[in-house]
């Protein structure tokens, strides 16, 4: 169950290895998290995630296959992370983030970034709230971004993805109002992680321990979206409200 | 049916379920023996703090709308209530006919099962002991069928403090107490600091029928643990002034806002909360004797303001409540230093001296000191300090109540409540099927022995 402070006692990971994933779990794991269901595609990977979380305190680690790409499996993915109990939380954490310059030129490789960001997060999206709706209970923290904002001319097919999620995780949290099922909507910047590895970092670039701990308050504020650091939501309705043309030049 | 919403009274951790509304006590065993995969709790009138009341994605029986009895013999005093009946209705038909209820809550508006499920105390404890000292039987509807049940059966004591996780309290045999008046004479005194105010309770509380402290937790240095105390008993005909004695017994339910917390919304803050304090504690006559108070405002002052819960915003709040084994003073120290930092403010505490335990083996009180107050969530710290207090409480042989919880930490219940084992025996036999669950069981692992 969550408790008061919004402190879950297990939590499904989709996307273990996710740098930003494992900060938060291991918070959640130093709070109150004890069962830890992590679901991956890197089978090594994800064994050694177990095995932090396990170092970090968890009592009850296990691990499920798991490809956000492969949709017909979502529905057994999600079902067998349930039926050792309850979730209280699910961190909705895959994604990739493509090659703009050769996704822009090749549909099959588009398409594919689409199907793992926004297809797979809306299949698992659609199984996760059916089975917290039974429980009468949970939280789903998705992690969104804000180059879902307003797209950008460098990485649009990646915003597009993120825009598409975020539109979709804003819909089902208002679909999930009195089911006693919540959705936290995380909007971070630059985040140094493997994602963004060998990249320049981007002005209030921050950390995966940031987004962590702003998570972390953001559920026990019962807040519904959030951004990390804090300042960029301002900074965002400016770049949203800019000129097109002005847009378009800007270096970001 | 649609699931509804449900939380406790600090708002915090919604959780839907089917609530079912039975009539009589049949439909409340036909209910049961219809229970589905995520079982059934009894919710009275949802005045525990946490989730005790909750039962995600199951189903939850409403007792307040069950036909029940309401019958107090003139002559004994003794009455036969229904589970679902409110301490309120109880005092508005017994007061005018000379008896009391044996122990209230800081609240009327709780249910006769929900003052069993949590064997609550009151500022009597040292005097009269909790609630089920005072039950003579009990009717239980568990999935197992059916049970009348006296002081002489586990399963009385196994539901008494048991959190509804035995079955539901479709009636009560309670010994009410004989008053002459609907009033109360207190005496007050005001303390400098901790050592003080528990000296004074130690020294007199035992002249008293009723005694407590509000204890500001917000002030740190010499005057840390300052108190309000305030003890007294029913006044009789002749201590009532001679204006008052025509309708000695009518019961008055509009509370003066005397002493205790209330604030404007949004302005729970640390300055807020330590300039009210300070307001209050200067308020407070340094002493003073044989004041008539009515029941209510002595009683339930925060009656008079309803859903005065919301007050602390869309976070919710929470309140703990420990006690410590007399003699583990130092804990009680160290848990009001903690509190005095001043990170996570509270209104005035509530302090008190309990008496001897009952043979409930989940029952709260114990002999000791209990302390309460209430925390709005938001504070970045409070779940770590929170944290930090069990250890401090579970540390020196003391314990948190279960019907004020909402957050403790799982592996800590067994210390706290070493009596468990013992317990999820008698209940297990009462409900094999394992039909009986809550929130506040799922999140403490009542019910399984996770060993
Ligand atoms: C302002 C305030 C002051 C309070 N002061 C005190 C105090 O001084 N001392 C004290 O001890 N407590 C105090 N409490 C707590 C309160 O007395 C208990 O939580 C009590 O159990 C609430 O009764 P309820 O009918 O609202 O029960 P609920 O909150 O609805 O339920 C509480 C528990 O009782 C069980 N339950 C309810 N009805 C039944 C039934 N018919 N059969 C079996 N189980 C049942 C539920 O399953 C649940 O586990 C206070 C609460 C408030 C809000
Ligand atoms: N880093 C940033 O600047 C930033 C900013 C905003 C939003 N985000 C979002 O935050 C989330 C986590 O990113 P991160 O920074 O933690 O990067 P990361 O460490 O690279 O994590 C990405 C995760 O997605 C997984 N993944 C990718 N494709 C998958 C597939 N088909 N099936 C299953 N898993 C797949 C990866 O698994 P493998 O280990 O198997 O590759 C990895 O666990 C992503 O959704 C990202 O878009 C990141």
């Known amino acids: ?252 | 049916m649609a699931p509804e919403l449900l939380t406790g009274w600090g708002r915090t951790a919604p959780t839907a379920a089917e609530v079912l509304r039975p009539r009589s006590p049949e439909e409340v065993s036909e209910l049961l023996a219809a229970a589905g995969g995520r079982g059934v709790i009894a919710r009275g009138l949802g005045r525990s703090y946490g989730d005790a009341a909750q039962n995600a994605g199951g189903a939850v029986i409403d007792t307040t709308g069950v036909d029940a009895p309401m019958e107090v013999d003139p002559d004994t005093g003794v009455a036969r209530l229904g589970g679902g009946v409110s301490l309120d209705a109880v005092m508005r038909h017994a007061l005018p006919r000379g008896w009391f209820v044996p122990v209230t809550p800081g609240t009327r508006q709780v249910t006769v099962g929900g003052a069993v499920a949590a064997d609550i105390h009151g500022k009597n404890h040292h005097h009269d002991g909790s609630f089920a000292t005072h039950v003579s039987a009990l009717t239980l509807a568990t999935p197992a069928g059916v049970r009348r049940l006296g002081p002489d059966d586990e399963l009385f004591w196994a539901t008494a403090g048991g959190m509804g996780l035995t079955g539901v309290v479709t009636e009560a045999v309670v010994r009410l107490m004989p008053v002459e008046t609907a009033y109360v004479w207190v005496d007050t005194d005001r303390t400098p600091d901790l050592d003080s105010t528990l000296a004074l309770m130690a020294a007199s509380d035992a002249d008293y029928r009723y005694s407590v402290a509000w204890i500001d937790c917000l002030t740190r240095g010499a005057s840390m643990g300052r108190s309000v105390l305030t003890r007294g008993d029913h006044a009789s005909l002749d201590q009532l002034p001679q204006k008052a004695r025509g309708a000695a017994l009518s019961f008055s339910s509009a509370a003066r806002l005397a002493a205790p917390p209330w604030a404007p919304a949004g302005l729970l803050n640390r300055l807020s909360i330590r300039a009210f304090n300070e307001a209050w504690y200067r308020k407070a006559p340094r002493r003073q004797r044989g004041r008539i108070h009515s029941i209510g405002s002595f009683f339930h002052p925060l009656d008079g303001v309803s859903g005065w819960n919301r007050l602390y915003g869309k976070r919710g709040f929470l309140q703990y409540q420990l006690v410590v084994p007399f003699g583990a003073e130092d804990a009680l120290r160290r848990a009001v230093e903690r509190l005095a930092r001043g990170d996570c403010p509270s209104f005035l505490g509530v302090l008190k001296a309990f008496g001897p335990a009952d043979p409930g083996p989940l029952s709260f009180p114990a002999p000791g000191w209990t302390l309460a107050l209430d925390l709005p969530v938001g504070p970045p710290t409070l779940a770590s300090l929170l944290d930090e207090l069990d250890e401090v409480v579970a540390g020196a042989g003391g314990r948190v109540y279960l019907a004020k919880d909402s957050r403790l930490r799982p592996e800590l219940v067994e210390k706290m409540y070493p009596r468990l084992g013992e317990w999820r025996a008698v209940r297990a036999a009462a409900d094999p099927a394992g039909v009986l669950r809550s929130d506040l069981a799922r999140r403490l692992g009542l019910l399984e022995d996770t060993k």
Not at chain 1, 185 to 206: D, H, I, Q, Y
């Open chain 1, 1 to 252: 169950m969550n408790d008061a402070t919004s402190s879950p006692q297990s939590v499904l990971v989709l996307g273990a290895t996710s740098d930003i994933a494992r900060a938060i779990t291991r918070r959640l794991v130093e709070r109150r998290a004890r069962r830890i269901v992590l679901a991956g595609r890197d089978r090594a990977g994800v064994e050694r995630v177990a095995e932090e979380m396990r170092e970090a305190g968890a009592s009850d680690v296990t691990t499920v296959a798991f490809d956000a790409a492969d949709v017909g499996s979502h529905r057994e993915v999600i079902d067998k992370a349930f039926a050792g109990g309850d979730i209280d939380l699910a961190v909705v954490a895959f994604g990739a983030l493509g090659d703009q310059s050769r996704d822009e030129r090749t549909p099959e490789a588009a398409a594919a970034l689409v199907t793992t960001n926004f297809t797979g997060a809306v299949s698992t999206g659609v199984a996760l709230a059916e089975r917290m709706r039974e429980q009468g209970h949970g939280a789903i923290v998705v992690l969104s971004s804000v180059a879902g904002e307003r797209a950008r001319r460098s990485n649009f097919i990646y915003g597009s993805t993120k825009a598409g999620l975020d539109a979709f995780y804003q819909g089902l949290a208002d679909s999930l109002v009195g089911s006693g099922v919540r959705v936290l909507v995380v909007r971070p910047g630059f985040v140094k992680t493997r994602m963004t590895e060998g990249m320049k970092p981007a002005p209030l670039s921050t950390t995966a321990e940031e987004v962590a701990e702003a998570v972390v308050r953001g559920l026990e504020r019962g807040s519904g979206t959030i951004w990390v650091p804090g300042p960029l939501r301002a900074v965002m309705v400016v770049l949203r409200h800019l000129p097109r043309p002005v847009f378009r030049r800007l270096p970001i």
